[in-house]
């Protein structure tokens, strides 16, 4: 019942009526106006196709879940949490887009951009390691993705290369954020704030407060979740740290045999740079591999660091040609 539908009236209909005359009447969107293709991926609670909307013909990927499969595992919440945060996500290139959310009796459905290219992971698996430049321009599309994201007061919280999409262009989109923390919406805070009744610190809170429990994958968990249950926007620059590294080198710095092993490395910050880690890269990862969040390097520093000398950020970074992969 708490399912709220995204795009309501959203296309016309021409029909037939009883005297013979075409009427054109204005329809939301339904499981019938798309023809569904082959299966591009499954996850734990869902499965997601490739579809073409009958109508204009625009390819999208639409993600299946059915309800019976989400209740029994208690997953609404992880639902509801992915549809919010996307439909405050609808403006920015690298985020994947949510155009429609229907139902039957049966499913879920979500309408999402198309993402082609499949997972930054693959991508980065069939050519090893990237070079300079390649790691330079997924990571810049990556950071200015967060940037958005964190600006309209979301974190991720799940940050890896297999949550990092690419569409046909070879642009990044990223996915999954059914595990985000939606921060307060920074205008009502604003609001609040003006009126005296909300403590400026209190910007990076949950609407209500609570506390975050354990989220995300033992690789790129930041050492404040682990040691103070608690993820902050500096967490999402930590994975962003990771995953710099991992770009550069083929896998992740943190990694041990089990779960346990690999949170004792991230905590004691045991990592290494392989031999020939050129030096700029190395640079930008200390400063954000740093164990107290306070002291990460923030965006603004990230986007100014000697790693992304030369490279465009905004509108320009997402109308350049992707690098050929090396
Ligand atoms: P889990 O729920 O187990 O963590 P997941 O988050 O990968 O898995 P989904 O988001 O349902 O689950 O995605 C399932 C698969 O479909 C993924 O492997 C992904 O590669 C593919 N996929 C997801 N979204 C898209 C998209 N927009 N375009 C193309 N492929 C996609």
């Known amino acids: 019942e708490e399912w709220q539908e995204r795009g309501a009236a959203v296309g016309v209909r021409r029909e037939t009526d009883a005297s013979g005359r075409t009427v054109v009447r204005q329809v939301k969107k339904g499981v019938r106006d798309f023809s569904f293709g082959r299966i591009l991926g499954e996850g734990s609670y869902s499965s997601v196709y490739l579809a073409t909307d009958r109508q204009t013909l625009k390819e999208y990927a639409i993600k299946v879940l059915e309800k019976r499969h989400i209740i029994k595992e208690k997953k609404i919440k992880y639902v509801n949490i992915e549809k919010d945060t996307l439909n405050r996500l609808t403006e920015h290139p690298g985020i994947v887009r949510l155009y429609y959310t229907f139902q039957d009796q049966n499913s879920l459905y979500y ?8 997972e930054l992971l693959g991508v980065l698996k069939k050519t090893g390691t990237f070079d300079v430049e390649c790691t330079r321009f997924y990571s810049a599309q990556i950071l200015d993705a967060i940037s958005y994201m964190h600006s309209r007061g979301v974190i991720h919280r799940d940050l890896k290369p297999e949550n990092v999409l690419l569409d046909d262009q070879m642009n990044i989109k990223i996915t999954d954020f059914g595990t985000a923390k939606l921060l307060q919406d920074p ?70 045999g089990s779960e346990y ?10 990592y290494e740079f392989p031999q ?31 790693f992304f000398d030369g490279q465009a950020f905004g509108k320009t970074l997402w109308r350049m040609k992707a690098p050929r992969l090396r």
Not at 224 to 233: G, R, S, V
Not at 261 to 270: A, G, P, R, S
Request: hydrophobic share 40%; glycine share 8%; proline share 5%.
């Open 187 to 256: 205008r009502e805070v604003r609001r609040q704030m003006e009126r005296g009744i909300l403590d400026p610190s209190r910007g990076d809170e949950d609407d209500d407060g609570r506390a975050a429990s354990f989220v995300g994958t033992a690789e790129y968990v930041s050492p404040e979740l682990l040691t103070h249950k608690n993820a902050c926007k500096a967490s999402d620059l930590w994975a962003f740290g990771c995953i710099v590294y991992q770009l550069l080198v083929g896998r992740p710095p943190f990694k041990a």
């Open 261 to 270: 092993l690999t949170f004792q490395k991230i905590v004691h910050l045991e």
């Open 111 to 118: 309408v999402l951009d198309l993402c082609s290219g499949g």
């Open 276 to 306: 020939g880690f050129p030096l700029a890269a190395r640079d930008l990862v200390e400063r954000l591999l740093v164990l107290d969040p306070s002291r990460r390097l923030t965006i603004e520093h990230i986007k100014n660091h000697e």
